[in-house]
């Protein structure tokens, strides 16, 4: 429940395609680029948690870079 999914493809305006598997009765909600911007704008709380969960991706893709060997393929999985 609340989480985020094509949300950084939204932001930056990049094609996404998502496809949502759910293990019980859920809603989904779709907002297209200019919408999400707006309703950030509009909702401040909702803005906090997204930035959250952006830091949180960003930090835990840090990490896991940083215990792969980047001179690897292996960190080409990450990117």
Not at 15 to 32: K, L, N
């Amino acid at each position: 429940p609340g989480d985020f999914f094509g949300e950084m493809a939204c932001l930056l305006k990049a094609p996404r395609q998502a496809t949502v598997t759910s293990m019980g009765e859920s809603f989904v909600q779709v907002y297209q680029p200019q919408q999400l911007e707006h309703i950030v704008t509009e909702n401040p709380q909702l803005a906090l948690k997204l930035i959250g969960t952006l830091a949180r991706r960003l930090s835990s893709a840090n990490i896991r870079l940083t215990e792969k060997d980047i001179r690897s393929k292996e960190w080409k999985d990450f990117v």
